[in-house]
């Protein structure tokens, strides 16, 4: 069997780019104007390493609700 290999990206973004990381990440158009490079033939070959319980925006709250200790500066809630 072939190696496989994973790419992990980590990056801290803000509720509102949550759903556009989502659409870009599960390839769910049919064509991307902005990267024409993009291959949707080949999503049937992506996989999630940990499967998310719903939307991306869904599950980063609830992460966040979950992981992050009740004692939080103002400044620093999600919007």
Same mark, same amino acid.
């Given at each position: 069997? !072939?190696?496989?290999?994973?790419?992990? @990206?980590?990056?801290? $973004?803000?509720?509102? +780019?949550?759903?556009?990381? +989502?659409? *870009? $990440?599960? #390839?769910?158009?049919?064509?991307?104007?902005? &990267?024409? $490079?993009? $291959?949707?033939? /080949?999503?049937?070959? &992506?996989?999630? *390493?940990? +499967?998310?319980?719903? @939307?991306? @925006? !869904?599950?980063?709250? #609830?992460?966040? !609700?979950?992981?992050?200790?009740? +004692?939080? @500066?103002?400044?620093? /809630?999600? !919007?």
């Amino acid at each position: 069997m !072939a190696a496989q290999y994973a790419i992990m @990206r980590f990056a801290k $973004d803000k509720g509102p +780019e949550i759903s556009g990381i +989502e659409v *870009l $990440d599960e #390839r769910t158009k049919e064509k991307y104007v902005s &990267n024409p $490079d993009v $291959d949707t033939s /080949l999503t049937q070959y &992506n996989f999630h *390493l940990i +499967e998310p319980k719903g @939307r991306y @925006r !869904a599950e980063a709250k #609830r992460q966040i !609700a979950t992981t992050v200790p009740t +004692e939080r @500066r103002m400044s620093s /809630l999600p !919007a």
